[in-house]
């Protein structure tokens, strides 16, 4: 039977602020789901012993790059973090505890790893979703720093940021200064979702990819085109009221966009369904 929402240990997780929340508790709950006897406290603390590492080998000094030099000695040298460049779609791939665990993961996860365990170790590090490859970006007063995680914490300037969007879509894509902005937690965690969404749709597991998109509502319920995947993944779960709700939403909140009359053509299809059915 499908939790409903207040039922959902995720959902309160999701409604509280961007400054209450903390990043790998979202994250380590979103991996609960498929892993129901996982111990988050457990996984909480293996993050805080590596801070408590770091934060002894960072004393005393004071330059961002010693830091960064200190974080990634630790984590992709010492504790053998790397992305996992054989397997890189794998679902496990997604879920926190799975790469504590193994070691390897994707940007976003492995960046996950790095902000938090760099955060408890007193380091300004924040997400930045540079589009189809997650970044991390060290803070500082006069020009931030910007690591790719996946490349053990290599630095990232212009021309390799350029590379990277080369790499990713095969094409010349201007690189423009919006696809460096920082990312909430929330926006990490639900892009994470998103990854969940995809892969469990390709396998056909459309009870757990409806979990994760309702899950990614629930963190951005502003965000237009989530509730289009939404609508979608409950008309393949027959949920079809609640589908013609989430079309609603995307309507709503999207205005007129190329994709409206078949929007509306799918919300003409479910109300006769559900005639039928009545």
């Given amino acids: 039977m499908k939790k409903t929402p207040k039922s959902d240990p995720f959902f309160a997780f999701a409604n509280l602020d961007n400054d209450e929340m903390q990043l790998a508790t979202g994250a380590l709950l979103i991996a609960q789901s498929e892993y129901p006897e996982l ?127 080369q790499a990713n879509f095969g094409e010349d894509v201007p690189l423009e200064r919006n696809m460096l902005a920082e990312a909430t937690d929330k926006e990490i965690l639900a892009r994470i979702l998103r990854n969940l969404t995809r892969a469990y749709t390709l396998l056909e597991q459309y009870d757990k990819a409806l979990t994760a998109a309702e899950r990614i509502t629930w963190l951005l319920p502003k965000v237009t085109g989530d509730y289009r995947t939404l609508g979608y993944l409950y008309y393949k779960n027959h949920a079809y009221g609640e589908s013609i709700t989430a079309f609603e939403t995307y309507l709503q909140l999207a205005g007129k966009t190329p994709d409206t009359a078949a929007v509306e053509q799918n919300i003409q299809h479910l109300h006769k369904l559900l005639s039928r059915l009545n």
């Fill in 39 to 165: 111990d988050i406290e457990a996984c909480l603390h293996e993050l805080d012993k590596m801070a408590d590492t770091v934060r002894e080998r960072i004393q005393g000094t004071t330059l961002p790059e010693q830091h960064i030099a200190a974080l990634n000695r630790y984590l992709f040298e010492e504790k053998g973090f790397t992305g996992n460049i054989d397997n890189y779609y794998a679902l496990g791939n997604n879920f926190l505890n799975v790469v504590l665990k193994n070691k390897t993961g994707i940007p976003i996860t492995l960046g996950v790893v790095y902000i938090e365990v760099g955060r408890r170790a007193g380091l300004p590090l924040v997400g930045v979703n540079f589009p189809s490859h997650f970044l991390v970006k060290y803070r500082r007063e006069h020009l931030d720093i910007l690591l790719d995680v996946f490349e053990s914490g290599m630095f990232m300037d212009d021309e390799r940021l350029r590379e990277r969007l």
